[in-house]
Each structure stands twice: as structure tokens, then as C-alpha cells.
């Protein structure tokens, strides 16, 4: 690729905050919220469905989700990562798998189409700075409240 190309495409990243994606992988189960234009009216659609495909990259950066719609008709949808219009990713579930690009899944339907879930098991110091947080979490929306429950003045006596 060029350098003329390269930088005006860093150049369009830099505008636009990047949608936060931690630990996405081929095999997830993720709902994608995506601004759809209809005429003069912008809504959300979210679609939902497995990470079949992930290219990285720059401003072309691309994941390719697969659902299957109504009437057990597959759905792939390819989204740009960096598009302005979307607005979330979020990852419901993670999948045990052990393939790039999960194309087979093409094939498949029904019970066969699924994957197994991958199970994560965490040490118990990752328990331990868990319940920490949540703690201290806990702390901090105890002293939001105080905060805004502050005295009148007045007792209701006369």
C-alpha cells in the first residue's frame, strides 16, 4: 500500500474514537450495534451472531459475523471496525475453538452449528482483585449517596 493511501487512512482513525473491543476472538458470540439510515430517519440495529472472520488492519480492519435468520436461512454480515456508524461491540460468550476462520460453520445447521463454550477459569488472586474491586466499587456509590443526601436544615419542627 502507498504512503499517500496509508496516511489518509490513519488520518480517518484519528478522527473518530475507536469502539472498544477487549478480547474479541473467532468463535465469540457478539451483539453489534449499527447505526442504519432509512430515508431521513437513523436508528440502532443490533445483530447477533458468531465471529466467523477477523481481518485486522488499519482503517480496513473488518470482522465477519454469521446468524441464522428466520427460516433457518444463514446471515453473514461483514462490519468495518472503524466505521462512524458503529456504535458497540459487545461479547456474550466465548467459543472453544481451534480454526482462523470458522467457514465450515457455512455448512452446518442446527445442533451442529454451535460451538462450545470456552470456559475460563480464573486463579484465586484474579478472585481476590475481583471482589476487590467490587468492594471498592461498592465504597465509592456509598459516598455518591452521602453525597447527595444532604440535610435541609429543618426537621419538619417548629
Do not use: C, W
Amino acid at each position: 500500500m502507498s504512503e499517500l493511501v496509508k496516511s489518509v487512512a490513519y488520518g480517518s482513525m484519528l478522527d473518530r474514537p475507536a469502539v472498544p473491543i477487549k478480547d474479541l476472538r473467532v468463535g465469540d458470540t457478539v451483539k453489534i450495534n449499527f447505526r442504519i439510515v432509512e430515508g431521513r430517519n437513523e436508528r440502532v440495529q443490533s445483530f447477533q451472531g458468531i465471529v466467523i472472520r477477523i481481518r485486522p488492519g488499519m482503517a480496513d480492519a473488518s470482522i465477519t459475523v454469521r446468524r441464522i435468520g428466520a427460516n433457518s436461512i444463514g446471515v453473514e454480515r461483514t462490519f468495518p471496525l472503524h466505521s462512524p456508524r458503529l456504535e458497540g461491540v459487545e461479547v456474550l460468550r466465548h467459543g472453544h475453538v481451534r480454526r482462523a476462520n470458522l467457514y465450515f460453520l457455512r455448512e452446518r445447521t442446527g445442533k451442529r452449528a454451535r460451538l462450545r463454550e470456552k470456559r475460563r477459569y480464573r486463579t484465586p488472586t484474579e478472585v481476590a482483585a475481583a471482589e476487590e474491586a467490587e468492594l471498592l466499587e461498592e465504597g465509592l456509590e456509598e459516598e455518591r449517596v452521602e453525597a447527595t443526601d444532604e440535610p435541609t436544615g429543618n426537621d419538619g419542627e417548629a
